[in-house]
């Protein structure tokens, strides 16, 4: 009887436990969202023009993004006194890279596509993921620069993780890491977020954002501007 006991206890304070990590995780997400501007505000943004300034390697590099929610993006490049991009659509998706060599825009291919769409979604990953048939989980806390954060890691339909950083003051995320698997190898990415400003729009964003390849600085962002669907169809720009 006493061993049976312990197995109930043993059982409840399990279940006590995942129901306090679902409470959490749900928690965080919603002040998360509520930082970022909310649910309603985001859901009106359906299309995002960013332009960035990169430095990367000692070289400045000039980014204009071109976002249409659910549907296209492009992303222009100039580099070298060339210019080049990369598109993806719902179907398609091409880059175009003359600094690398490149003298064509080259199709991705549709695997390729197809793992990239969830990137064409305008909306934050905490509003998306369960519509997305991704999985959220509380996985403790971390340092980050001397910041204890929140870590929350979400897997989705392929068993790709990402694991978000959330600064508990602002429940703004500093951090995130993405595992991927390049030429057979596992390998892990991360970037930074800092300088968040809220929109006359209500909607809260990083304009500074850091990784391995440098440090980028958005210097101009307009929500909702009319984007020509020509955009999203490959040309060869000509090379400066």
Known sequence: MKNL??????????????????QTTDEIVKKHIEAIGGKDNWAKIKSLQTEMTMKANGAEIKIT????????????????????YSILTNTEGWSYAPFQGQTKPEPMTADDVKKAQDGLNLQSDFITYKELGKKLEYVGKDDVDGTECLKLKMTDKDGIESTFFIDP??????????????????????TTFSNYKKTPEGIVYPYSIGGGWGESEVT????NPKIDEALFKPTTPATK
Not at 5 to 22: D, G, P
Not at 169 to 190: F, L, P, Q, R
């Open 65 to 84: 993004m071109y976002q249409v929610d659910k549907k296209a993006m492009r992303q222009n490049i100039a580099l070298m006194g060339m210019e080049g």
């Open 5 to 22: 006991r312990s197995i109930f206890a043993l059982v409840t304070l399990s279940l006590m436990s995942s129901a306090l990590f679902s």
């Open 169 to 190: 003051t602002n429940y703004y995320i500093i951090k995130e890491t993405n595992k991927m698997t390049v030429n057979g190898k596992e390998m892990e990415n991360s």
């Open 220 to 223: 101009n962002l307009v929500i």
